[in-house]
DNA sequence: CTAATTTAGGATAAAAGAGTCCGATTATCA
DNA sequence: TGATAATCGGACTCTTTTATCCTAAATTAG
């Protein structure tokens, strides 16, 4: 979302984005790493290096990054934690979890990082996590 | 489940449970010890002991199963990890979440033990595990 | 070419979770 | 009253997940 929100014409480098959003360096590196890798950002190393979107902000949904980030085989799998999950054998919940499923997928393919950038455009910096880890301003070293 | 296909004027000692099932001793004993201790199950140590439904199958509810097992915090949390959800500082996703996240607690509050037993009451076997444990029947050892 | 900057990615550490084991406790029966 | 059959709950182990750190590689400025 913050990379949605600044202009494209330059990279973002991981340091300017932990600092205004006052997250753990490693942390966010270790994100953004894998976003690039699965083609939804795009890194360059060196002086003028950073991070940037892959693709148009309107085009990558939450379903690509929960993809990415913690994989989507819940799409497939039986919600009692059967080895199959299929209309032939189906467990307890099987009609009635598919149909929440189904709309779990559906929203996720629906959302556009655009659409939850604009939305958040005003409280970015709410991004801070539960617990108030140390950030990069004040972080205690790093050479 | 399985308790609630039992006649309930006795008590189901665990070992029966886990060779019927087909799943090991020790883990089942763990979950039932926890549905014990919050009332959905009641339990009796001794000769004729064993676990029993603390309440009618009708009225033990997956939510109650879940919170017992999982806890209900996802009811209240914010999807993205934000500290705290109220429609007073909502994440991008906030309204859309909410509606997804009261559907499941609607479904979780209205499917019953009953109603989930009588649906598989044919295949309650089918509850081994996705990965194939030992069970007691052929453990390694016990005394 | 060299120094500075910045990401890449493997190694390590820390934390959480799942599953197992075992001694203690409780109840029943002969 | 002693032997036996059970659960109870803490300790332990194993695996997975999360977070951090560190060195290497890439890029650019001078
Ligand atoms: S079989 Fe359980 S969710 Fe489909
Ligand atoms: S604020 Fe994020 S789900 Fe409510």
Redesign the pocket.
């Known amino acids: 979302m913050y990379l949605a929100l600044k202009r494209s014409d330059r990279?973002?480098?991981?340091?300017?984005?932990t600092q205004s959003l006052r997250i753990?360096?490693?942390?966010a590196?270790?994100i953004?790493?894998r976003l690039?890798?699965k083609g939804l950002l795009v890194?360059?190393?060196?002086?003028?290096?950073?991070?940037g979107l892959g693709v148009a902000p309107t085009e990558i949904t939450l379903f690509h990054i929960v993809e990415a980030?913690?994989g989507v085989e819940f799409t497939r799998r039986c919600v009692l934690g059967l080895p199959a999950c299929s209309v032939e054998n189906p467990c307890a919940l099987h009609e009635t979890w598919r149909e929440e499923r189904d709309r779990i997928y559906k929203m996720l393919v629906r959302k556009s990082v655009a659409e939850m950038a604009r939305e958040m455009k005003n409280s970015l910096h709410g991004l801070a996590?539960t617990?108030d880890?140390?950030f990069d301003g004040y972080?205690?070293?790093?050479?």
């Open positions: 990279m973002t480098p991981i340091k300017e984005l753990p360096f490693h942390f590196a270790k953004l790493q690039a890798r890194s360059l190393k060196g002086r003028a290096g950073g991070f980030i913690d996590a617990k880890k140390d972080q205690t070293n790093h050479s």
